[in-house]
């Protein structure tokens, strides 16, 4: 072998080891071709939305909201993993609340069917708290001279019977 043989051939080898570096790169060359007006739309856009920020951005504002968030990391992290005790409570909670709700809805139904819903609507709209008054022991049994109290008392014990029914 001559020479010239020697050259072509270690010329060959290294095209052939240079050829997916090539390769490599004709790639990214169509892939910057590609993706350059995606960019220059992505940053017309980004132009357009912080010229609406522009007037209402102030540097100073960005470092004070960040020297806050570095000194308030600590609240921050408690915050957080309250949040997610919460959500977590939730998620608990869920399905004892979706067979818990029905029932309550259907006891207030029945309540409302026996009128004591509406027994709960209609006193407190005629007690005037205005003229309410301190009353010691002495008061009480004085006030029991009036039929109204005694009769608000018969009430109220049945109420407590009821009550102790509910218990049963």
């Known amino acids: 072998m001559n020479n010239e043989a020697l050259i ?8 052939q080891a240079i ?3 090539t390769d490599s790169a004709k790639s990214v060359k169509e892939l910057k071709e590609q993706l350059a007006p995606r960019v220059n739309e992505a940053v017309q ?3 357009v939305e912080l010229a609406d920020v522009e007037a209402d951005f102030q540097l ?9 968030l570095m000194r308030n990391i600590k609240n921050l992290t408690f915050l957080l993993e309250q949040l997610k005790n919460l959500t ?5 909670v869920e399905p004892l609340l979706k067979t818990t709700v029905p029932h309550i809805i259907s006891a207030f139904d029945e309540l409302e069917q026996k009128g004591l ?9 005629k007690v005037d708290l205005s003229q309410a008054q301190e009353v010691g022991l ?3 049994l004085q006030a029991l001279r009036e039929k109204e109290i005694r009769q608000g008392l018969g009430v ?13």
């Open 8 to 15: 072509l051939d270690r010329l060959e080898r290294l095209e």
């Open 19 to 21: 050829a997916p570096v």
């Open 45 to 47: 856009a980004l132009i």
């Open 60 to 68: 100073e504002d960005l470092t004070f909201f960040i020297k806050k």
């Open 88 to 92: 977590d409570f939730a998620q608990a």
């Open 117 to 125: 819903l509406g027994l709960f609507t209609k006193v407190p709209a």
């Open 138 to 140: 002495f008061g009480m």
């Open 156 to 168: 109220l014990l049945e109420l407590t019977r009821g009550l102790s029914a509910v218990k049963n």
